[in-house]
């Protein structure tokens, strides 16, 4: 739904409030009116119910709302008397239409200063989950996301295994579109294995479910993305239940806030140029000079000397990530990621014969990559160059160009976009040019050779951008023995930042425990 139909739907239920409440509104000493003004109306239930004044702000944040709109229907009956647990069930199976009979068909009593403390502990037990779930969903959504990296296209920054957090706050965090859907859950629910959130995937915008999307907004944030930056976002292209099975051009329905959360870095910002020559990235003709931190790698045939060659033995030896494979009956293997340091070591061992970069040919088109058009012989190694757009900027459009821009301007800035004959119409007008209405960029993985990024969907665009990892509090290496699972000196440790990271992992721990201890001092000594 556009803004001004979500607005018309709010003034709706207000009105659909104001007739199920307005003589409780009464009973509790306020006049009539008052349940029928919108925000206002809210201020005044939470005096009725005995609530802050701040529960209103809650009850419009998506996702949160749901929760909250339970509360205070159940808080409402509870208000006006009604406390058996026969009460709560009809307030919320009725979705708080039972405050409908309550204000027409019974006589109840405004309870002025009922206590809020639950009279019984399963009550109390429910009242601090429920609460618990909310400032979580806050947090989670608008502040601080827990991230788990599930692949290997930014190892060695990166490792499968980290649990990260990410920040939504330095590039501003965005407001979910989905809004109706469970709390802190992606996808689809665990282990049920179903959709998280109500959506028809098939019927595009046209379905009913679909239209109680909410626009794109996005509270401002401090800090614009860099380059080189690691971020994480919406996979633009599609959101998959197998990622094997990728098809960039098709038109996935699936909200934006919904589809697969990706982390890469960002090697080309809004206005670059980018190029890749042998694998390496050229922005504005430069090559791009990496942080400290990161470590580009590459795939590699090695032919050993004897049969004795062990790979994992070489993989840990070196510190070689990935998998690793025999492709011949030479014995030869094929290294997925090698990066430049471990290939130094790995090409002088005296079991190796010869190491040979797997790398394709300039020129050399590989169908999979972006544009998939037949006109651009890119590949994998050799790509661009290629305008990232910025908002505000107008590029001339042509048949030739048209691939390169065509998802951006149809698909993510919501135009349609038709060629007849050599003429491009864009909103039904002829179009030579086009100015763009946001910025996007182009994520890879340092792992290039073994990375599904920019190079097979094309451009990100900011509404995708989900937030900036900052801190990986866990690490777990699942070919780990004991122990040694968890990679301890990975532990608490910054994302981001120059020379070898430092973990913070003990410092906490001796605050952690120093808070325990002064909280139990104090306990005793006030006791």
């Known amino acids: 739904m556009t803004l001004t139909q979500w607005l ?49 702000i809650l009850m419009f944040l998506p996702v949160v709302n749901l929760i909250m ?45 009922r206590s809020l403390h639950p009279k019984s502990s399963s009550g109390e037990w429910a009242s601090s989950i429920l609460f618990a779930i909310v400032a979580a969903t806050i947090v989670h959504t608008y502040f601080i996301q827990p991230f788990t990296i599930p692949s290997s296209s930014l190892e060695k920054s990166l490792l499968v295994g980290d649990f990260l957090f990410v920040s939504k706050f330095h590039y501003g965090a965005r407001v979910p579109m989905t809004t109706v859907g469970a709390p802190m859950v992606h996808d689809t629910i665990p282990k049920l294995n179903i959709k998280s959130y109500l959506f028809d995937d098939h019927k595009g915008s046209d379905s009913w479910m679909n239209k109680l999307q909410l626009p794109y907004l996005r509270i401002p944030g401090f800090q614009k993305i860099k380059r080189n930056d690691i971020v994480v976002f919406n996979q633009p292209a599609d959101t998959l239940l197998d990622m094997n099975n990728f098809h960039p051009d098709r038109n996935y329905y699936k909200p934006i806030d919904k589809k697969t959360n990706l982390v890469k870095r960002c090697v080309a910002i809004p206005g670059d140029s980018l190029e890749v020559r042998a694998g390496y990235v050229y922005i504005n003709g430069k090559k791009n000079e990496l942080p400290d ?28 990530t990935d998998r690793f494979y025999i492709i011949n009956n030479q014995n030869t293997y ?43 012989n890119w590949n994998n190694d050799f790509f661009g160059p290629m305008y990232i757009p910025e908002a505000g900027k107008t590029i001339d459009i042509n048949l030739k160009v ?43 993985g340092d792992n290039r050779h073994n ?12 509404t995708h951008v989900v937030g900036k990892p900052v801190f990986i509090w866990m690490s777990w290496n699942s070919f780990g023995q004991g122990f040694n699972k968890i990679r301890w000196e990975r532990m608490f440790t910054t994302v981001h930042g120059s020379g070898k990271a430092t973990s913070y992992f003990i410092p906490f721990l001796v605050v952690l425990f120093g808070f325990i201890g002064f909280n139990k001092w104090r306990a005793r000594k006030n006791s």
């Open 402 to 444: 048209l691939p390169l821009y065509k998802r951006a301007i149809s698909e993510y800035e919501g135009n349609t976009l038709e060629v007849k004959g050599d003429q491009i119409y864009i909103n039904g007008k002829v179009a030579t040019s086009y100015t763009f209405k946001q910025d996007y960029y182009w994520m890879m």
């Open 69 to 113: 709109f339970i509360v205070v229907w159940v808080e409402t009956a509870r208000s006006f008397g009604k406390n058996q647990p026969i009460d709560t069930f009809l307030a919320i199976i009725t979705f708080g239409f039972y405050n409908y009979y309550l204000n027409y068909f019974t006589n109840v009593v405004h309870i002025k200063d």
């Open 293 to 320: 931190r990161a470590h580009l790698q590459f795939s590699y045939f090695v032919q050993p000397k004897t049969n004795q060659f062990d790979p994992m033995f070489m993989a840990n030896r070196y510190d070689i």
């Open 334 to 376: 094929f290294f997925s990621a090698i990066s430049d340091e471990a290939l130094e070591k790995f090409k002088n061992n005296p079991n190796v014969v010869s190491i040979r970069l797997n790398i394709q040919e300039k020129g050399e088109r590989d169908p999979s990559i972006f544009p998939h058009n037949p006109q651009y």
């Open 451 to 462: 990375s599904l990024d920019a190079r097979a969907w094309g451009l990100v665009p900011f």
């Open 8 to 56: 018309l739907f709010i003034l709706i239920i207000q009105v659909i409030h104001g007739l199920g409440t307005w003589k409780l509104y009464q009973k509790a000493g306020r006049q009539a009116w008052e349940a029928f003004v919108p925000v206002y109306n809210g201020v005044i239930l939470m005096k009725i119910i005995n609530r802050p004044w701040w529960w209103v």
